[in-house]
């Protein structure tokens, strides 16, 4: 796995929350994603090793889960709903979306790929980030910010798979509604700022595994890309900017939206902004072909009921 090393993945003192049961179960999670990257830098059998890391994260989502939320009902915990809204992501969402990637791609090297650096990142956001602000181990800002009302996310969720399917035949499925930058592979990073003339603004991301920009590069062109070059950039720009526009009548004020400025991001460029707005809406979704997230901030841009 690229750039991976069970050695970057280790427990220690500055990772404990300060509930002794809690801190096991974390300290257990960590073990078991190390030997999940270790045996996969053996080249060892995938199926086995996905298959039973599934088993345990399967376990630990019920049982850990069940007693994580009964000790912040214990104590008051005052972000208590916004964090049992992460664990019911996690385990409803991700966990089985990852699960049907792994035995639809009969355990292909990309889909083992996803399955460890989904957990890696529930590592770096999840336990050290969101955990430890529950016992005050971590102070942060960096709240589960999410727009009202879920009909809002199926409707995002159902335009976005109309657009990829009719585009470009591509069937996707829902990985997280709680995108929170999670590091999925290879990727290119695309923000784009619009005004409306009222002068609200609002922030869209795209992140798009570089396995899919190739795809979608190859279908657009009629020729087999095997590399991200500058001609997939635009590409990915020309994309964003369609969405965007196909997403456009079901936005208020969609008429008067204008694209402000884009730009393509570096991984680093792109954590800091995301992760200092940390938009309402932030879909991850599975095209088959790679991965991609779609973020955007609701400041100024409430998707509305195409049935209405």
């Not at 830098?41 to 994580?68: P, R, S, V």
């Not at 590091?183 to 570089?210: H, M, N, R």
């Not at 393509?264 to 902004?273: R, S």
Request: charged share 25%; proline share 2%.
């Amino acid at each position: 796995m690229e750039n991976l090393n069970q050695n970057q993945i280790k427990w220690n003192e500055r990772l404990k929350v300060g509930v002794d049961y809690i801190d096991t179960a974390h300290e257990k999670f960590f073990s078991v994603v190390r030997k999940l990257i270790r045996l996969n830098e053996e080249e060892q059998d995938d199926k086995w090793l996905c298959t039973e890391g599934m088993k345990f994260f399967k376990n630990y989502t019920i049982e850990h889960f069940a007693q994580e939320e009964a000790y912040m009902r214990s104590i008051h915990y005052e972000k208590y709903e916004e964090h049992k809204l992460l664990h019911d992501n996690w385990r409803n969402i991700t966990l089985p979306a990852l699960e049907r990637d792994l035995e639809t791609s009969n355990f292909s090297p990309d889909s083992v790929r996803h399955f460890i650096s989904m957990c890696i990142s529930y590592i770096n956001i999840h336990i050290i980030m969101e955990d430890r602000a529950i016992t005050g181990a971590f102070s942060t800002e960096r709240v589960v910010k999410r727009a009202e009302g879920t009909s809002d996310i199926s409707i995002l969720k159902e335009m976005i798979s109309h657009f990829m399917q009719y585009m470009f035949s591509l069937d996707t499925h829902l990985v997280s509604t709680y995108y929170s930058g999670e590091d999925f592979g290879k990727s290119i990073y695309y923000k784009a700022i619009y005004t409306s003339q009222k002068d609200e603004k609002f922030q869209l991301y795209f992140v798009f595994e570089e396995n899919l920009v190739m795809y979608i590069e190859s279908e657009v062109t009629g020729i087999k890309v095997f590399k991200v070059s500058k001609m997939a950039i635009t590409t990915i720009e020309q994309f964003a900017q369609g969405i965007i526009q196909y997403l456009g009548t079901y936005f208020n004020s969609s008429s008067e939206l204008k694209l402000e400025k884009s730009n393509i991001l570096t991984k680093e460029q792109f954590y800091n902004t995301f992760n200092s707005t940390l938009p309402g809406f932030r879909l991850l979704f599975d095209t088959g072909h790679g991965y991609f997230a779609f973020c955007i901030d609701v400041s100024c841009a409430i998707p509305q009921d195409p049935n209405e």
